[in-house]
């Protein structure tokens, strides 16, 4: 009688030992990506669910044309579109050369007080070179038309 219940607690240990192990491994993983991976968000997701101050993401969609305007020194300010909806960004560097209104582009950074402020910013001067999360945000508001059809 007495080797069967320790039979059982040592099972029970071993269960709670794993179930500690997993939920710890878990916690690690999803910090890691968190920190390593910037999600991407299109300019609807971002009006929809504006994400925190804090949290570093990815933006894209196309440049708005009117929009880009060169400031004093190297702040650049334009705005993001992918046709929903318009999300205004904030840069201060040199932008790349292929970076223009009308053309698409990914920027990273954070959405603070209704403005992206993007530490780094990549133009995407060809619809073939665009990211497949840009190309799938204009698919979706309707804007983006296949080169190929």
Do not use: C
Request: glycine share 10%; net charge negative.
């Amino acid at each position: 009688m007495a080797m069967k219940s320790l039979k059982k607690q040592r099972r029970i240990q071993i269960i709670a030992l794993a179930v500690v192990a997993l939920t710890v491994s878990t916690v690690l993983i999803a910090t890691a990506m968190r920190d390593g991976i910037n999600f991407f968000r299109s300019p609807s997701q971002v009006m929809e669910e504006p994400p925190s101050p804090a949290e570093v993401f990815r933006i894209g969609g196309l440049v708005e044309e009117g929009t880009l305007i060169r400031g004093d020194g190297e702040q650049i300010r334009f705005s993001v579109t992918d046709g929903g909806a318009t999300v205004p960004v904030i840069y201060t560097g040199v932008l790349p050369d292929l970076f223009e209104e009308n053309q698409g582009m990914v920027g990273t950074g954070r959405y603070v007080d209704g403005v992206f402020e993007a530490s780094e910013i990549l133009a995407k001067h060809d619809e073939t070179y665009m990211p497949k999360e840009v190309v799938d945000a204009l698919k979706a508001q309707g804007i983006y038309q296949d080169p190929d059809s």
